[in-house]
């Protein structure tokens, strides 16, 4: 299993009613790969992080994530997932739980594991995202900041072998996202496997083993993080990189 | 956005008065209004008339024995009620979230229509159209109650139920799903327990106006150990003496139930909501 990719993603297709926002898309994450995907907004590459997990169903093609094909509707998706970590824009920390509390409640309740093993486990990746001692707060005590970072120690406690990770730096405070970075950057060298969706250019570029540009509902180029950021071959990667590289002189 | 006139300056030549003084006297001119209107009511009332017909403490006296008994009695009512409302309520909130678009229609159905037609109605028809229609005659005069009085109940209460689940944000359900929590089990843990929280200011409304509509059970006919609150004041009006005195006793009585009411749920707002929201 470890020399096969732990995501394969097959001419997968996606349509919101009559709209069509993934047209076909090929894709493979091997173990210990960090893909960052890029691209404008409306590009569909929200949608195809969340259809990696099943949060959107497919309409056509198929995902084989750690060897099951997750289209398939006889798969038990809720076993899946509990390997597949996701990591929210708005973070989603559940609002009547303390922080302890959401590190642990999926562990005890669909893991079955014992009060003190879930407990050690949320408190041992609390103290990895620098938050060990908030385990009684209650998330909205928190800086977005944190909140985010809490919500990764939970994903990280179902023990995942993928995180897929959703724009989790689009929502916070300019000054709050070198902290999120950090431990996303710690999380890489640690050979966790990931899918980041992200407009952090320069995470991407440092981090990132591939770079993925979607545009439109399809990848349009792929490589190296540094080839697809620094010396983009595509018309449109191009366009967008000034864009979002520097915006100030983009509409010149 | 261009005008001729300067902007204004806080406190302008014409006038002498910071801003705190200003608020000052606006604070003073309300409450001169307040012991105003008190003080016109207190000298054109007719306290004669009223601590005979409106207050009368002698009748209020005679009346007492009688309260404690119809106090149970409403308490009881409403509370039968209420469990079947709650019950039913659950159900058709769950129908109108179903996958299944004839539960759904028919859950909208029932609503609407409960919802509707004057509760007064389904008690006459709960006490009369079942037993000529079905034959059914329920012999328990609560049981009545609670069904008459529950059917309705339940159509306010199936709407406030949805959409107090409808209103926990998408994203938490998203998240416990991610978690591999499965829907019933997101429900449980994630869900209800935050719509708890925000349908208890609509139940504890629905609760009140139930206890306030258990009085419609004097339209079934009741013996005389089945009254409620309602009943007593209306009788203690048709006596003849004291005027309205029974009808302001029996209205003091209902606050004893709704106020208590109000309060509790005040404080468990605060205890389950401490924190959960800024």
Known sequence: ?252 | MSTTTPTTPRNPEGSRLTPKQKSRISQGIQYAVLVVVVAALALTANWDRISKNLFNPSVASDLLPMLPNAFVNTLKYTLAAFALALLLGILLALMRMSSVALYRWLATAYVEFFRGIPAMLVVFSVAYALPIAFGIKIPSLTLKAALALGIVSSAYIAEVLRAGIQAVPRGQIEAARSLGMSHTRTMITVVLPQAFRIVLPPMTNELILLTKDSSLVFLIGVSAEQFELTKVGRDALNNGTGGLTGLFVVGFAYLCITVPLGILARHLERRFGEGSRK
Do not use: Y
């Not at chain 1, 590009?43 to 099943?54: A, I």
């Not at chain 1, 056509?60 to 997932?81: C, K, P």
């Not at chain 1, 959703?166 to 890489?188: C, F, H, I, Q």
């Not at chain 1, 952090?200 to 570029?205: L, P, S, T």
């Open chain 1, 1 to 252: 299993m470890s020399d096969q990719p732990v995501v394969i993603i097959d001419d997968l297709h996606k349509s919101f009613g009559e709209r069509e926002v993934l047209k076909g898309i090929n894709l493979k994450v091997n173990a210990g790969e960090v893909v960052c995907i890029i691209g404008p907004s409306g590009s569909g590459k929200s949608t195809l992080l969340r259809c990696v997990n099943q949060l959107e169903t497919t309409t056509s093609g198929t995902i084989t994530v750690l060897g099951q094909d997750i289209t398939d509707e006889n798969v038990d998706i809720d076993a899946l997932r509990t390997r597949v970590g996701m990591v929210f824009q708005q973070f989603n920390l559940f609002a009547n739980m303390n922080v302890l509390k959401n590190c642990t409640v999926a562990q005890r309740k669909v893991l079955g594991r014992s009060e003190a093993e879930a407990r050690e486990i949320a408190m041992k990746n609390l103290a990895h995202v620098g938050l060990e001692d908030r385990g009684d707060a209650r998330p909205s005590e928190l800086s977005g900041g944190q909140q985010q970072r809490v919500a990764i120690a939970r994903a990280l406690s179902m023990s995942p072998d993928i995180l897929l990770f959703d724009e989790p730096t689009s929502a916070l405070d300019p000054e709050l996202v070198g902290d999120v970075l950090k431990v996303m950057r710690e999380l890489a060298e640690e050979g966790m496997t990931m899918m980041v969706v992200t407009h952090e250019m320069a995470f991407a570029r440092d981090v990132a083993d591939r770079v993925i540009f979607m545009d439109d509902g399809v990848i349009v180029e792929e490589g190296p993080a540094a080839q697809v950021i620094n010396a983009p071959t595509q018309e449109r990667t191009q366009q967008f990189l000034r864009r979002v590289l520097d915006p100030t002189h983009s509409g010149e």
